[in-house]
């Protein structure tokens, strides 16, 4: 049988495992589906345990025995997981307390505040390369300090979700330096390490993990782990790293210029330069090996938006997106705010909210959509600005698109009427695992280290008809944001 590489992926509400041959053609593949946890509004959480590694063996143990699979084959394995994620361990590895999640958990609202006023926002955005936000793990560390002083105390060791996977299959305590570069206030971004004084600081006694590049292997299947997992005592496995920059890898997303939109519930946006300065509306981070480094930016809505809009009528939300590409671009002078969740880049605003304008008895559901998807593209527009503004070329990006609103016509299509860019579209997009699955097969040799598996089938255009129009919205979205917020504090 052929020689093999697992790629294994930690998302928010899946798992998932694949089997790569050194052609880039999926053996076999195995997902398992898991929820989150939400104990208080604000917070967000996942057992560690249960999910991350009992799903994750009993995954691995499942494609292990699949009839195309030979553990005589496997050379090694790559992870990710959504992060930066925070988890701290006793001093054999097992989770003190459930693990809290990147972003979209925001219980350390305070502590971001505090860190931001002491160390100086302007100071840390020059070290660490990214604002203090939800999305940083040294405030949550403070948050744990403060408020589970008894967790605290017993805390050995600390993980994201990829780390955690390494770890339980090799013993290893280790961070990918892309991973670190999200712990703000932690990682120094031009020195590529832990900072003298911010990190030991924050992590209060506790041993930092050691840091190595997402393709560098991190140690060996133990002979504990292979009796779980099914995977041969021995295998090498990679460093990890977070699950939408291995996605960005898997579509050739990885070179200077290179730029992945990703569509799902909610969208996000990674560009690699490594040259470009920081700005307070992106977080810049490092890559995943020394020379790559990213600008990323995350809107709180996208697909979620689609799917509010639609429940409002009752009508599949795939229905009403067909009936919305019948609407005429700019939906008949109907503008709508996209902050029903408040919002990530590059606002940084959590106290933003939607706002529909126009609104009058001839527009319809499908009026609605067109204009909840215009909004979309508005907010990725904003964001490609925030690109644009601190990289020296920036007519140079190159824009991949992946995800599930990919997939479609229409929003991909709205993005590049709104945004004027281009957008490549893969035959296929797996997904991490299949990039985790790469940097595996790069690692151990199978296949060259310029290797892309990625075909484009198709690429978007911008419509040049419709560059006026939408300019013309794009400033009036734009400027209702700037009305409507201090009416929304009022509210």
């Not at 089997?19 to 898991?34: K, L, N």
């Not at 070329?393 to 993005?415: E, F, K, N």
Request: charged residues 15%.
């Amino acid at each position: 049988m052929a020689e093999l590489v697992i790629g294994l992926d930690i998302g928010t509400s899946s798992t998932k495992a694949v089997a790569v041959d050194g052609a880039g053609a999926v053996v076999a593949a195995v997902t398992g589906r898991h929820g989150i946890r939400q104990p208080r509004p604000g917070w967000f959480e996942q057992d560690a345990q249960a999910i991350w590694w009992k799903q994750s063996r009993q995954l691995l143990a499942e494609i292990m025995t699949d009839e195309l699979v030979s553990r005589s084959g496997i050379r090694a394995v790559g992870v990710s997981g959504m992060g930066p994620c925070l988890v701290v361990c006793d001093s054999n590895g097992t989770a003190l307390r459930p693990a809290i999640l990147y972003g979209i958990d925001m219980r350390a609202t305070a502590e971001v505040e505090e860190l931001t006023r002491q160390l100086g926002a302007a100071a840390i955005l020059d070290v660490a390369g990214s604002a203090l936000s939800s999305q940083a793990v040294g405030p949550k560390l403070l948050w744990l300090q403060r408020h589970e002083p008894e967790i605290w105390a017993r805390t050995a060791r600390w993980f994201s979700a990829s780390s955690f996977l390494v770890h339980r299959l090799t013993g290893e305590y280790l961070l990918d330096h892309h991973t670190a570069s999200q712990c703000d206030p932690m990682y120094d971004i031009r020195a590529q390490d832990w900072t003298a004084d911010w990190a030991a600081a924050l992590s209060s006694g506790v041993a930092l993990p050691r840091l190595a590049w997402s393709g560098e292997i991190a140690g060996t299947v133990t002979a504990q782990a292979a009796s779980s997992t099914g995977l041969p005592a021995g295998t090498p496995v990679l460093a990890g790293t977070v699950d939408a920059w291995a996605e960005a890898h898997s579509v050739g997303v990885r070179h200077d210029g290179d730029l992945m939109v990703m569509y799902g519930s909610t969208l996000f946006l990674i560009g690699v330069d490594p040259t470009a300065h920081a700005h307070p509306g992106l977080w810049r981070t490092a890559g995943l090996s020394p020379q790559a480094g990213t600008l990323a930016a995350g809107m709180a809505t996208s697909g979620l938006l689609a799917d509010w809009v639609a429940g409002l009528t009752g009508k599949p939300v795939g229905d009403l997106i067909q009936e919305a590409g019948a609407v005429p671009p700019g939906a008949e002078s109907l503008v709508l705010l996209p902050y029903l969740a408040g919002e990530r880049s590059p606002l940084f605003d959590p106290g933003a909210r939607g706002v529909v304008l126009g609104l009058t008895l001839a527009h319809t559901p499908a009026h609605l959509m067109r204009a909840a998807l215009e909004a979309v593209a508005m907010g990725v527009r904003h964001n490609l600005e925030a690109f644009d503004s601190v990289r020296a070329d920036a007519s140079g990006w190159r824009a991949v698109a992946v995800g599930g609103g990919a997939a479609g016509s229409l929003w991909p299509q709205l993005v590049s009427d709104v945004s004027g860019r281009a957008q490549d579209i893969p035959e296929q997009a797996i997904g991490a695992s299949y990039g985790d699955a790469l940097l595996a097969a790069t690692a151990v040799g199978m296949v060259p280290p310029d290797t892309d598996w990625t075909t484009i089938s198709r690429t978007v255009q911008p419509r040049p008809e419709l560059a006026e129009l939408y300019d013309r919205r794009y400033g009036l979205y734009r400027d209702l944001f700037a009305a409507t917020r201090p009416l929304n504090d009022r509210l």
